[in-house]
């Protein structure tokens, strides 16, 4: 597929006026949740709601981690997600729940997000 990064924007989910923009996040079909520096977290308020969750790295080491809830915006598009607070080393990712949740989809070719289309129901 070939990786590339996107810019997102992270609000706090309970004050939204607590906002910040990410750059670059890596675009992480593979990642389940979706990394943001715990710092960058801290910043706007987002509250360590889990404790000690067991992530399995890409290079088969486990990590310990927190996650708390944000709402993660790219371009139009804006779901509210779990998020992991990464530590310094961490990658930024956006990962495949919050893709699903923004209802966009990877376009191989293009290297960008596209609209998923509708929404499977029942």
């Known amino acids: ?3 590339f990064h996107v810019g997102c924007k992270l609000e706090n989910h309970v004050d939204r006026t ?3 923009t990410i750059p670059r996040a890596l675009v ?3 990642s389940e949740y979706t990394w943001i520096p715990a710092k960058t977290l801290e ?3 987002v509250n360590r709601e889990k404790m ?3 992530f399995l790295m890409a290079n088969g080491q486990t990590v310990t981690r927190s996650v708390g809830f944000a709402i993660l915006k790219v371009e139009k598009q804006f779901t509210i997600d779990e998020v992991v607070f990464a530590e310094p080393g961490d990658l930024t990712l956006l990962g495949a729940r919050t893709l ?3 209802s966009l989809v990877v376009d191989p070719r293009r290297k960008k997000l596209v609209a998923a289309g509708p929404l499977l129901a029942g």
């Open 52 to 54: 000690d969750l067991v």
């Open 1 to 3: 597929m070939g990786a």
């Open 18 to 20: 607590r906002a910040v």
């Open 43 to 45: 910043k706007i308020g």
């Open 28 to 30: 992480d079909t593979w």
């Open 100 to 102: 699903e949740g923004l």
